[in-house]
């Protein structure tokens, strides 16, 4: 059963192209920098949005019409599975990513929940193996289920910290069994509404503990996947502990986690953070923890997760340079679309549209980014306005020899202090030049 129509293998066709089912920027062999555009972007489709999301509100049912919404239970699960690779095929898109409830559903017991994630998982490895598809990273839902109302590793209930350890232990063994290449921990219930029934410092200890069994059991098992932690500053509780890059790398930091962890940076949790996806992108990138990205945009007029499909060519360029300048590219992770389509656009050819729409928006930021980077733009721009560190006092500071004294000594002789200008409205406007004429 075909779950898309008659749509053949999207294709590159270039940007003078009118078909809608075409790619104008995405061609997987472009060499730029020395990869691929394949293996710089290494895109993958969000199981979440694409094959369970039902275009739902809070103010009104879901109106997605779904080929696979026919079905219940374990036949439903089924039917997913081959609309994800169905997907997969006509995109030409490597990779996949799920939560555990996204591909099967739970049981009336935890027994049941496994053998139902067995008998998917087994399916899923059958298509992966006769399509050379692959997974990105897979991981454990652990907010939709109201037994972590008060969280997960970070609940009150000492009974629910049990029952998430055994869920990621499970989640832990089927992402060594389909050679998932990360693994992604977000703490969707991770965090807290009030502090005046909260034990903050056992609630961040307790965190700790388990994200340390976690890469304990890894090993065990020998699942050498790179453990991924991904921020988000709210939604759904008020406070996160993951709150943005910063926060997480300080997290990690104080408990001895961070060899062992990267980050997956979301762009609309960049900007719920009050950031924007370059700030956070560069900050992981600058502290070497840039490991994935999921890939969106939100709305700026709201004040909450969209999970918009990412056409922003300022924000894609910007965040392809961060990425371009990280060791090794995005190394083992990808380019996740964690988007969704509009409620209003409710067809299946919608959700093939969404995603042709991302990959271009992608890869022309590949393209101008690259471009900055091999005309040195923002070299030449940084070069010249931090000059004063590179001769001089200057000079002294950077290498460590000078101290107040010297300093003082220095502004003593009341030399005359010159600023020059940042010349940021002539560097917007550059940027702009690039995204138009690269």
């Known amino acids: 059963m075909s779950y898309f129509g008659s749509v053949s293998t999207v294709r590159f066709e270039g940007r003078q192209s009118t078909n809608p089912l075409a790619f104008k920027f995405y061609n997987p062999d472009q060499v730029i ?41 374990m036949d439903l699960a089924k039917a997913r599975v081959e609309a994800c690779f169905e997907l997969l095929n006509i995109l030409d898109v490597d990779y996949f990513a799920f939560h555990d409830r996204d591909i099967a559903p739970e049981g009336s017991t935890l027994q049941e929940t496994n053998r139902n994630l067995d008998a998917i998982v087994a399916l899923i490895k059958e298509h992966m193996q006769s399509s050379g598809k692959k997974l990105l990273w897979n991981t454990a839902n652990m907010f939709t289920n109201p037994r972590f109302v008060h969280g997960a590793a970070t609940t009150s209930n000492a009974d629910v910290f049990a029952y998430a350890a055994a869920q990621v232990k499970k989640a832990l063994e089927h ?39 976690a890469v304990d059991y890894a090993k065990e098992i020998g699942f050498d996947a790179q453990f991924l932690i991904e921020p988000k500053p709210k939604e759904p509780s008020k406070h996160q502990y993951d709150f943005d890059a910063q926060t997480t790398l300080s997290f990690l930091q104080k408990y001895n986690l961070l060899p062992h962890f990267k980050l997956n940076i979301e762009a609309n949790h960049a900007t719920l953070a009050g950031h924007t996806f370059e700030h956070e992108l560069r900050m992981s990138r600058i502290n070497g923890v840039l490991g994935s990205i999921d ?138 030049q690039y995204i138009i004429n690269t």
């Open 175 to 213: 992402g060594k069994e389909l050679g998932a290449e990360n693994y992604v921990f977000w703490g969707g219930r991770e965090g807290y509404e009030s502090l005046l029934n909260t034990d903050l410092g056992l609630e961040l200890d307790n965190l700790a503990r388990f994200l340390h069994m």
């Open 33 to 73: 920098l020395g990869k691929s555009m394949r293996e710089h972007l290494r895109f993958a489709v969000a199981y979440w949005h694409s094959f369970t999301g039902s275009g739902s509100d809070p103010f009104g049912v879901g109106t997605a019409i779904r080929g696979w919404d026919q079905y219940t239970g």
């Open 295 to 432: 890939a969106n945009q939100g709305d700026m007029l709201l004040g909450w997760d969209t999970d918009e499909f990412p056409t922003d060519l300022y924000s894609t360029t910007l965040a392809m340079y961060e990425i371009l300048l990280n060791e090794g590219g995005i190394g083992r992770g990808g380019v996740n679309f964690d988007a969704k389509v509009r409620r209003q656009s409710f067809e299946p050819i919608d959700v093939v549209h969404a995603h042709i729409a991302g990959m271009d928006s992608f890869a022309r930021g590949l393209q101008v980014a690259a471009k900055m980077i091999e005309d040195r733009v923002f070299d030449d721009i940084l070069d010249n306005r931090y000059g004063s560190y590179k001769s001089g006092i200057g000079a002294e500071i950077v290498s460590g020899r000078a101290n107040f004294k010297t300093l003082e000594a220095y502004a003593l002789q009341n030399n005359p202090i010159v600023n020059t200008s940042g010349r940021l409205e002539h560097i917007r406007n550059v940027v702009n």
